[in-house]
């Protein structure tokens, strides 16, 4: 059976009020300075891309330099999501040249993965620079999309608004 058709309305009201977890700007700076070691340029990146985008970690991991992009005059991913939907994610001009940038030096091809790591790994390395950055919060992957739309929501009012 499923566990949400047994959750009484007073405990769906109480799971709703309550304040989903988030890093700051700030803690996510820390987060991405913290990464080590020889991969640390792209453990950086990684972060710094699921943080500024919003991207779930899978749409993060199949990105390639072919999906960079631009619609409308703007930095733009161009993402094949969950249920397999295009869609296009703005993109910030620092981060899309950064991620440029590490593509060109690695001399990866247009359809070559950025991020040639698994999803287990993601983990590992957002939890290995949460440990070396100090956080005291739980910091997982997803946490960064989160993240994104927290601070979107207090920055322009609309959590999906670049």
């Given at each position: 059976?499923n566990?949400?058709?047994?959750?009484?309305?007073?405990?769906?009201?109480?799971?709703?009020?309550?304040?989903?977890?988030?890093?700051?700007?700030?803690?996510?700076?820390?987060?991405?300075?913290?990464?080590?070691?020889?991969?640390?340029?792209?453990?950086?990146?990684?972060?710094?891309?699921?943080?500024?985008?919003g991207?779930?970690?899978?749409?993060?991991?199949?990105?390639?330099?072919?999906?960079?992009?631009?619609h409308e005059?703007?930095?733009?991913l161009?993402i094949?999501?969950?249920?397999?939907?295009?869609?296009?994610?703005s993109?910030?001009?620092?981060?899309?040249?950064?991620?440029?940038?590490?593509?060109?030096?690695?001399?990866?091809?247009?359809?070559?993965?950025?991020?040639?790591?698994g999803r287990?790994?993601?983990?590992?390395?957002?939890?290995?620079?949460a440990a070396?950055?100090?956080?005291?919060?739980?910091v997982?992957p997803?946490?960064?999309?989160?993240?994104?739309?927290?601070e979107?929501?207090?920055?322009?009012?609309n959590?999906k608004?670049?």
């Amino acid at each position: 059976m499923n566990p949400r058709a047994l959750a009484t309305p007073q405990a769906m009201l109480a799971r709703a009020g309550s304040i989903v977890p988030y890093l700051t700007p700030e803690e996510v700076a820390d987060l991405a300075g913290a990464c080590q070691g020889r991969n640390r340029h792209r453990n950086r990146l990684l972060i710094l891309t699921l943080f500024q985008t919003g991207l779930r970690i899978s749409e993060a991991l199949s990105l390639t330099p072919r999906k960079i992009g631009s619609h409308e005059g703007y930095a733009a991913l161009h993402i094949r999501g969950k249920g397999s939907k295009d869609r296009i994610v703005s993109c910030p001009e620092n981060l899309t040249h950064q991620l440029k940038s590490y593509a060109f030096d690695r001399r990866l091809g247009l359809d070559d993965p950025i991020f040639p790591i698994g999803r287990k790994m993601a983990w590992v390395i957002v939890k290995r620079a949460a440990a070396a950055a100090g956080l005291q919060k739980q910091v997982w992957p997803h946490l960064l999309r989160h993240s994104d739309a927290i601070e979107r929501l207090r920055q322009t009012g609309n959590p999906k608004k670049p």
